[in-house]
């Protein structure tokens, strides 16, 4: 898994756009973002640019990962005033630990791909030319084995995160409507179409 292009892998949401999230959407999301199935398939991505928002919280449902030495990194949902529930409250926290985890989700910064690998975030940087090399490569080597071993294994890995994010899905959901309905959601997306800081009381 790719980003088009040279400037993201993907940066999520368009904030500018019709936020609302109702049942459907909500599973729309959780189906792109490979949240709440388990699936067979091992994933390796290539983050050849940003990987922000619903991008970060994409990559983190891929099995192996590296990234361009310019790739930016962060959840900067709780800048504008948007719960991330796209299962980064539940994964980061397994993928990378606490406090990591806890300082990407509250301070809502930008790191940059030296720092991700070394939190974790990414197995290892590689030199944007060379990125979809290393990913056919990586992808080749797993091909090599038994599908059927390869498959159980991923399953097995796959299940037990979507097992445990389903028993958070109800309060992902309810938080994430508390905060839409706040007059701070109205003040963040304000202040994003308006590319100013907000002014949150």
């Known amino acids: 898994m790719t980003g ?9 949401a368009d904030v500018s756009g019709d936020l609302s999230a109702g049942p459907e959407v909500a599973r729309m999301v959780n189906h792109a973002l490979l949240k709440n199935d388990p699936y067979s398939k091992p994933i390796v991505a290539a983050v050849n640019g940003d990987c922000v928002g619903g991008g970060l919280e994409l990559m983190l449902s ?12 962060g959840l900067t949902e ?18 990378i630990g606490y406090v990591h985890a806890m300082d990407l989700l509250l301070t809502a910064r930008l790191i940059h791909a030296e720092e991700a690998a070394r939190l974790g975030l990414v197995n290892r940087l590689v030199p944007r030319s060379e990125l979809m090399g290393w990913a056919i490569e990586t992808a080749e080597m797993i091909a090599a084995n038994s599908p059927s ?9 796959s299940a037990t995160i ?9 309060l992902e959901q309810q938080l994430g409507d508390e905060v839409r309905a706040s007059p701070h959601f109205a003040e963040g997306i304000a202040a994003f179409r308006e590319k100013r800081r907000p002014r949150y009381e």
């Open 4 to 12: 088009a292009g040279q400037r993201a892998f993907t940066v999520g």
């Open 78 to 95: 709780v800048k504008w005033s948007i719960y991330p529930f796209g299962g980064s409250t539940i994964k980061l926290i397994q993928q």
């Open 62 to 73: 891929t099995d192996i990962r590296a990234a361009a030495p310019e790739a930016r990194f």
């Open 162 to 170: 979507a097992d445990h994010a389903l028993t958070r899905e109800a």
């Open 149 to 157: 071993a390869v498959q159980a294994v991923k399953r097995q890995v």
